[in-house]
Nanobody
Framework: QVQLVESGGGSVQAGGSLRLSCAASGITLNRYYMGWFRQAPGKEREGVAAITSDGSTTYADSVKGRFTISQDNAKNTLYLQMNSLKPEDTALYYC?????????????????????WGQGTQVTVSS
């Protein structure tokens, strides 16, 4: 059974940093494509960052240069380092996984391309 458990969320002031973690069980990360997504109240879920099994990464324009996605295969854990946080980054953050099957690179940040989801961790950024 696949389980993804996020942690590391919290409340910070604008300009601050947080590091989210996603511990995976039931899958081996290096055989999956992984992503971070977020959903703010009243808005659709959106892709934030994704990483392929060979380590290629892609980011939403809104977080480029501020967020970094990475994974530790030995720990089977996905990370999202978030720096220079802004109030508009406030959302529930989810990690997600999809099998390492063919996908257009531009589709890596589409939520509907992922099969497995965690429960989310809340990030709140105050101004």
């Amino acid at each position: 059974q696949v389980q993804l458990v996020e942690s590391g969320g919290g409340s910070v002031q604008a300009g601050g940093s947080l590091r989210l973690s996603c511990a995976a069980s039931g899958i081996t990360l290096n055989r999956y494509y992984m992503g971070w997504f977020r959903q703010a109240p009243g808005k659709e879920r959106e892709g934030v960052a994704a990483i392929t099994s060979d380590g290629s990464t892609t980011y939403a324009d809104s977080v480029k240069g501020r967020f970094t996605i990475s994974q530790d295969n030995a720990k089977n854990t996905l990370y999202l380092q978030m720096n220079s946080l802004k109030p508009e980054d406030t959302a529930l953050y989810y990690c997600a996984a999809r099998p390492r099957l063919y996908i257009l690179y531009v589709d890596l940040l589409r939520p509907d391309q992922y099969n497995y989801w965690g429960q989310g961790t809340q990030v709140t950024v105050s101004s």
